[in-house]
Each structure stands twice: as structure tokens, then as C-alpha cells.
């Protein structure tokens, strides 16, 4: 079965630094790959989204998020945080049909 | 504006009763889901439809149904037989029932037992 590891719960960043998160997937085939963004209390939001071609891709609020086959990954990074960036953002992985596999997710705090 | 809309935002279950969530889209979306969020859990999906008419167990259905009457409306019924239904429900619509373009979600129901 496929899954989706985000293995930071928690990060921790001063406002104005650069940010990334991990992701991890598990599957043969190249995947869809999708990170999304919640606030508390909130529904998620889409951030980005890889299908195929470019490993690089830009999504909303600045982010970007790279590819990397060898790796089994697509981290998402963004070079200077905001205190709005506070929140949690869950990675996600489509390639068995019709249904998301999503991370745990990983809490973003912002210092000050 | 399109968009999901869920409601109540927030429920609250007696013991032995049924509560019923409700997901209205107006994006003119085939697919949509069920998921229920806990903490650092991430989201486990409940069930889904690809079309009116139509839906399948997720990874946790049991204790939970659906129906999907309506192209826009896909209401998720927590029944008495969920031992653990404190948590938050998240709905979401694609316009791809093949789950090869992005979920669109609304804004949660959080549900608790009394």
C-alpha cells in the first residue's frame, strides 16, 4: 500500500527565515503529489501540485515544492516565513485510483 | 463564490444517537469524500463517491454511512455503532472522480460527545 511520511511533527522558525518540510512517498510508479495548507479549525488549501514535467513547482503565498525520483521525496520550502505561515501543512500522494494518501502532518510555528 | 459548504461547524452527540453532517458543493464537482481528522493522525478517508448514486467504503466506514442523491450533496450520518465519533470531519469535492486533480475542501464539522 502506498503511504506518505512527513517525519517532522513539529518545526520551529524565526520570522524572515527559510523554511522546509519533508515528504516521503512510497510507490513505484511516479505519483501525484499535492500539498495542502490548514489553519486551525479550517478546511485544507491547496498549496501546489506535481504531476509530471518539471520537478519544480511553484504554488501559492511563495512556496515551491521539488520532486526528486531518486529520493522519494517532495519538500516543500519556502526562503523567507511569515508569521501568517503558522499552521499545518500536509503533504499528500495520489496514484492508486481515485484516492489521497495524506502525511501526518507537520505543525509550523513561527518565532517572532 | 464556489465553494463546499459543511454544516453545523460544530455537533454534539448523545449516546446511542445518530447525528448527520451535512456537505453541500455548488462546483459542479462528480467526486467527493468523507474524511475524519485526528490529532497527529493526518486525515483517514471515510467514504467516497465518483457519482451520484454511487459510493464506496473508505478506510474507516465502519460505523458510519452516506448517500448521494443529489450531485451536490453528499451527507455523512455518524451512527450509534462509531464507539469514538469525537473528532473532525472534513468534506471535499474533485472535479476528477479518478482523484487525478486536486480536492477542494470545506470547512470542517467538529463533532463531540456529550
Known amino acids: 500500500a502506498q503511504s506518505v511520511t512527513q517525519p517532522d511533527i513539529h518545526i520551529t522558525v524565526s520570522e524572515g527565515a527559510s523554511l522546509e518540510l519533508r515528504c516521503n512517498y512510497s510507490?513505484?510508479?511516479?505519483?501525484?503529489l499535492f500539498w495542502y495548507v490548514q489553519s486551525p479549525g479550517q478546511g485544507l488549501q491547496l498549496l501546489l501540485k506535481y504531476f509530471s514535467g518539471d520537478t519544480l513547482v511553484q504554488g501559492i503565498k511563495g512556496f515551491e515544492a521539488e520532486f526528486k525520483r531518486s529520493q522519494s521525496s517532495f519538500n516543500l520550502r519556502k526562503p523567507s516565513v511569515h508569521w501568517s505561515d503558522a499552521a499545518e501543512y500536509f503533504c499528500a500522494s495520489n496514484n492508486a485510483g481515485n484516492m489521497l494518501t495524506f502525511g501526518g502532518g507537520t505543525r509550523l510555528m513561527v518565532k517572532p | 463564490d464556489g465553494g463546499i459548504t459543511q454544516s453545523p461547524k460544530y455537533l454534539f452527540r448523545k449516546e446511542g444517537q445518530n447525528v448527520t453532517l451535512s456537505c453541500e458543493q455548488n462546483?459542479?464537482?462528480?467526486?467527493m469524500y468523507w474524511y475524519r481528522q485526528d490529532p497527529g493522525q493526518g486525515l483517514r478517508l471515510i467514504y467516497y463517491?465518483?457519482?451520484?448514486?454511487?459510493?464506496q467504503k473508505g478506510d474507516i466506514a465502519e460505523g458510519y454511512s452516506v448517500s448521494r442523491e443529489k450531485k451536490e450533496s453528499f451527507p455523512l450520518t455518524v451512527t450509534s455503532a462509531q464507539k469514538n465519533p469525537t473528532a473532525f470531519y472534513l468534506c471535499?469535492?474533485?472535479?476528477?472522480?479518478?482523484?487525478?486533480?486536486?480536492?477542494?475542501f470545506g470547512d470542517g464539522t467538529r463533532l463531540s460527545i456529550l
Open positions: 462546483l459542479n464537482h462528480d467526486a
Open positions: 510507490y513505484g510508479a511516479t505519483p501525484y
Open positions: 463517491s465518483q457519482i451520484v448514486n454511487d459510493f
Open positions: 471535499a469535492s474533485s472535479i476528477d472522480p479518478r482523484g487525478n486533480q486536486p480536492q477542494h
